[in-house]
């Protein structure tokens, strides 16, 4: 199994022994860029934040440790947050 099919379906952040979704909690899955494939959990977090993205921290992205991947929700599906690019 390669590194990218090892983390799909995982949850970002959660530790990597315990990165199975919980049962009770909405996801929402990262598409494309350094993350692809992780899922995030959106449970806690008010529709105006979601709607505007997020910058999720990553050591994978272009700019390396202390990066961030920029994500944002499709308007079609907000369930699916598209990558629009890295910063430091």
């Not at 022994?17 to 995030?40: C, M, N, T």
């Not at 994500?71 to 890295?86: I, K, M």
């Amino acid at each position: 199994m390669d590194e990218l099919e090892f983390m799909r379906g995982r949850v970002y952040g959660a530790d990597h022994d315990d990165a199975a979704p919980r049962r009770g909690r909405v996801y929402a899955e990262l598409v494309g860029g350094p993350l692809d494939g992780l899922l995030l959990d959106v449970t806690d977090r008010p529709d105006d934040e979601s709607r505007a993205g997020v910058a999720l921290p990553t050591e994978i992205g272009r700019h390396g440790p202390g990066g961030r991947a920029l994500y944002a929700p499709r308007e079609a599906d907000g369930r699916r947050f598209d990558w629009r690019g890295d910063i430091p």
